[in-house]
């Protein structure tokens, strides 16, 4: 047997029980086995950790230091181990959360508030970026996404479809007219979201056929966010997915150009590091934001009609 860790048990149990029968007793092993255990403890650290008599163990000065110090690493261990045990239980500690800049407008902080009120005793630390993260190297719990569905080595969660269509202001409806068929659009201004074309096109499903639309655009934008705000000065025809424009359509300020149009199939989903031994705060995150980004879209949109 060659462990410290035991060895650090054995010797407190020693001095604390004052016998090698009943240390050994306690730790499940015989008294000559207990007796040879400290015997290569003393030798390893070059000095004598106690005093023998046939009667009594008492620990000399090295040993009483020695004892004091590996029972604090002992409770420290138990401690740490306890509340390991405990956030299994309830949901505790800090919650590393990376997410897209658009969910900072939309849905999110009121999600989010709702459930940091059932769970009081989780932190939130949430990073908004318009990249995808490395949730390992970057430290992250989990990482909500907006797009196609990653092939990658991490598990995923899918929370809800990302509907994407095109839109327009009034205004520039009234000065430009509104686009009737899609060849329509090389004719008209233009916002393009740079994560979005390939080889300056648009790829739209039409009527559910999908076709490829080669585009001009007036204005290149890198932040979704930005994009429906310079739509709604009247710029251009701009993509938008559903749950950063319905707001602005339910409102009037905005409105749908090509209403048989849509952008190819794209999620909300969560990518985390590992499925094996989440910690509760994770989890109960993962469930929430399953249970209730749909409904927060939903509820909104459904304002449309």
């Given amino acids: 047997m060659n462990n410290r860790f035991f060895e650090m048990q054995l010797f407190v149990a020693l001095i604390e029980r004052s016998s090698f029968t009943k240390a050994a007793k306690a730790l499940l092993i015989t008294p000559s086995a207990a007796s040879k255990l400290i015997q290569r403890l003393e030798k390893r650290l070059g000095a004598r950790l106690v005093n023998r008599t046939t009667r009594s163990i008492a620990p000399t000065e090295e040993g ?156 290149v934008v890198s932040n979704g966010l930005a994009a429906l705000m310079m739509c709604e000065q009247g710029m251009g025809i701009a993509p938008a997915a559903e749950f950063t424009a319905a707001q602005m359509l339910a409102e009037g300020r905005l409105v749908r150009v090509l209403p048989n149009c849509v952008f190819p199939p794209s999620f909300i989903y969560v990518l985390y590091a590992s499925d094996r031994y989440l910690s509760l705060r994770v989890k109960k995150m993962i469930d929430f934001l399953s249970l209730n980004l749909q409904p927060s879209i939903a509820n909104l949109s459904d304002s449309l009609g």
């Fill in 64 to 219: 009483l230091l020695y004892y004091n110090n590996v029972k604090r690493i002992l409770q420290d261990i138990d401690e740490t181990e306890s509340r390991i045990a405990l956030s299994q239980q309830q949901a505790v500690g800090t919650l590393r959360i990376s997410a897209p800049s658009a969910l900072s407008t939309f849905h999110l902080p009121k999600l989010l508030a709702e459930f940091q009120r059932s769970n009081p005793a989780v932190t939130l630390d949430i990073t908004f970026l318009d990249r995808f993260v490395d949730v390992v190297e970057e430290e992250f719990d989990l990482a909500i996404r907006i797009g196609a569905l990653p092939s990658s080595k991490f598990p995923v969660t899918v929370l809800c479809e990302n509907l994407r269509y095109l839109i327009a202001s009034r205004d520039y409806i009234e000065h430009h007219g509104r686009p009737e068929q899609v060849s329509d659009l090389s004719s008209h201004k233009l916002i393009d979201f740079t994560s979005l074309s390939h080889n300056r096109t648009w790829e739209l499903i039409e009527n559910g056929q999908p076709i490829a639309i080669p585009i001009r655009s007036a204005c």
